[in-house]
């Protein structure tokens, strides 16, 4: 058997000595009555957005799923296996948490990969076939006369977020729960170089920066 990673077994230990002793009696009190969280986050795998250090988060506060570029597929009640939609059903109608939020990010290599129709990008493989839910049928993503090509990548990036809202309304359950008032999605954006959270504005479709602790 391969050695287990030597930076985990570090990392472990600075949690036993550091975060443990602090969080001891909350993991106690989670693992008797099993966790209540509010918050669902879908976000990107990409190492430097993880939810719970961006928002700081507890044991037991956030439910996290994460895949490439943060997305939503469309309700599909098929006989296939669908791991978001697992993780939404179980978010929803088992946790009953009150707020899905969507947390989109700069430099998103899965974005990337659409918009320069680069590797690993291909019809044929996963993350060109997962990538694919980003553009409408019929509709083509392009560099707009006057946009910079980061321009570009950011407003796909937004528009990823857009898309994983606009499908999470397919799934029934979270029509349901939006439309009974118990729950509300939330779409943000993470920029990693100066760690500037935007939340999405439902009415004017805008990103507005959070800044001390409101919107701006
Ligand atoms: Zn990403």
Redesign the pocket.
Known sequence: MSAFPQRLIDGYRAFTTQRLPIEQSRYRALSERGQSPETMVVG?C?SRVSPEVIFDARPGELFVVRNI?NLVPVYQPDASAHGISAALEFGVEVLKVKHIVILG?AQ???ISAIINKAAPLSSGDFIGRWMAMVIKPGEVIEQREGETRKEFATRIEKTAVFRSIENLMTFPFVQRSVESGHLRLHGAYFGIAEGSLYALDRESKEFRRVEGNSLV
Request: proline residues 0%; hydrophobic residues 15%.
């Open positions: 990107c990409d570029a990010h998103c290599s899965g």
